[in-house]
């Protein structure tokens, strides 16, 4: 069974960074395809980055120049690093991972890591 654990989340003033990590166990994280999503408080989650299995990476225009999303194969592991951050940027960060074969599709969510920005 695939699991997701998030970490590296906690509280920052405004500029400053933190690196999100996002270990998956039961399998091989470059065959899924892992996501970064974030939700505030009455609003629905929404995508921030993307890694595909292939390597490809994409980012939400309010991420792209501040974020980098990464993956670490020896590790298991998909990081978030996130600089300049500002107060839009608080919330929960979430790990997706999807895996899609011609017998399996797996999705898995973690349960999350807080960030908070305070001025």
């Known amino acids: 069974q695939v699991r997701l654990v998030e970490s590296g989340g906690g509280w920052v003033q405004p500029g400053e960074s933190l690196r999100l990590s996002c270990e998956l166990s039961?399998?091989?994280?470059?065959?899924?395809?892992i996501d970064w999503h974030r939700q505030v408080p009455g609003q629905q989650r929404e995508l921030v980055a993307a890694i595909r299995s292939d390597g490809a990476i994409n980012y939400v225009p309010s991420a792209k120049g501040r974020f980098t999303i990464s993956r670490d194969n020896a590790k298991n592991t998909v990081y978030l690093q996130m600089n300049s951050i500002n107060n839009e940027d608080a919330g929960v960060y979430f790990c997706?991972?999807?895996?899609?074969?011609?017998?399996?599709?797996?999705?898995?969510w973690g349960k999350g890591t807080q960030v908070n920005v305070s001025s």
């Open positions: 039961g399998g091989k994280i470059w065959d899924y395809n």
């Open positions: 997706h991972g999807n895996l899609q074969t011609r017998f399996v599709t797996v999705n898995s």
